[in-house]
């Protein structure tokens, strides 16, 4: 299950099949454009996990992992960050960086 506060995200070990609806604000996103979401061990570290999205609407991204993307990622804390691309081109970070925590499922 995810838990958002503020831009910190987190999700249970294990957690896999389970959209995030992810509302962008601030920009106005369109069928050309599309966001790619980063998993970082740190800021500047080895990245785990990128993920693309593209078709947006209503400037909502589903952010889901399938059982093996979230394989990757182990206990723990991460950083994960947000880029925005509009007609293949990189426009701007949308998030440059955030904590993305994997907790304990106990």
Excluded: H
């Amino acid at each position: 299950m995810w838990t958002v506060c503020g831009q910190t995200l987190k999700m249970a070990e294990g957690d896999w099949g389970i959209a995030l609806s992810v509302i962008v604000k601030g920009a106005t996103l369109d069928q050309s454009d599309s966001l790619k979401i980063t998993i970082k061990t740190a800021i500047n570290g080895d990245t785990i996990l990128e993920k693309s999205f593209s078709g947006i609407q209503d400037n909502t991204v589903r952010l889901e992992l399938s059982e093996e993307e979230t394989a990757l990622l182990a206990v723990g804390q991460y950083v994960y960050c947000v880029d925005w691309y509009q007609n293949g081109n990189f426009l701007c970070n949308l998030v440059p960086f955030a904590a993305f925590w994997v907790v304990d499922k106990a």
